[in-house]
């Protein structure tokens, strides 16, 4: 069955380092994968997009990879800070004009 | 350009009973889909509209429905509540189903 995987336990960092979530999925061949932001209570925010003839994509503090062959992306924040808390959720497209989302991966960034 | 605004933010039903969500989307996005999010499940796609016209649906029962409107404005409905209804329900909106997905703030549901 298709799936989507990231890491369910939170990940504890201290601020100024860099956090790295990781996604997995099987049974997929995504044109593109897609990394949101969720803060408590409230609705996803888009993040970046890759697509999958693309290594890797920067936007400002944030880098994502995309490698096909391992079916995996890693989605970076440099030099992290307290503001950078939330979860972080990967999502694919499934070809259906809907998005699949993973669990999610909380980040907290302590000062 | 005003957000995706969702009606009401907050809400309570007991079992059995129904509900309707509303959903405006951003100033000419004709794309609507609606999500379903709970702790145990996450980010599940319920359907999408556009053009008033449901192009994609998931794997939910039929209580679950929906509707857009001519403005683009879509509403969904929950019929016979159950316990398991309770979630943070998410609209979303682009232009014409592009990638990036715009989201609103959610309606939280809860059914007691």
């Known amino acids: 069955s298709q799936k989507i995987e990231q890491n369910s336990e939170a990940l504890n960092i201290q601020e100024g380092k860099t956090a790295t979530l990781t996604c997995n999925y099987t049974n997929y061949s995504p044109a593109y994968l897609q990394w949101y932001r969720q803060d408590p209570g409230r609705g996803p925010v888009f993040l970046l997009l890759i697509r999958e003839n693309e290594k890797e994509k920067r936007k400002e503090r944030l880098k994502v990879t995309f490698d096909t062959t391992l079916k995996q992306s890693l989605f970076h924040i440099t030099a992290s800070q307290p503001a950078d808390s939330a979860t972080y959720l990967c999502a694919l497209d499934t070809g259906r004009r809907a998005l699949t989302f993973g669990s999610g991966t909380r980040l907290q960034v302590q000062p | 350009k005003a957000g995706v605004t969702q009606t009401p933010r907050y809400l309570i039903k007991t079992r059995g009973q129904q509900v309707t969500l509303s959903c405006s989307p951003i100033?000419?996005?004709?794309?609507v889909s609606w999500y379903q999010q709970t702790p145990g499940q996450g980010l599940q796609f319920l359907f999408e509209y556009f053009s008033e016209t449901q192009r994609n649906k998931g794997n939910f029962p039929g209580r679950f429905s929906g509707r857009q409107f001519s403005n683009s404005r879509s509403e969904m409905n929950v019929s016979t509540l159950e316990l398991g209804d309770s979630a943070l329900y998410l609209c979303?909106?682009?232009?014409?189903?592009?990638?990036?997905?715009?989201f609103g703030p959610g309606t939280r549901l809860l059914v007691l």
């Open positions: 100033s000419g996005h004709r794309s």
């Open positions: 979303a909106s682009s232009l014409e189903y592009q990638e990036t997905q715009y």
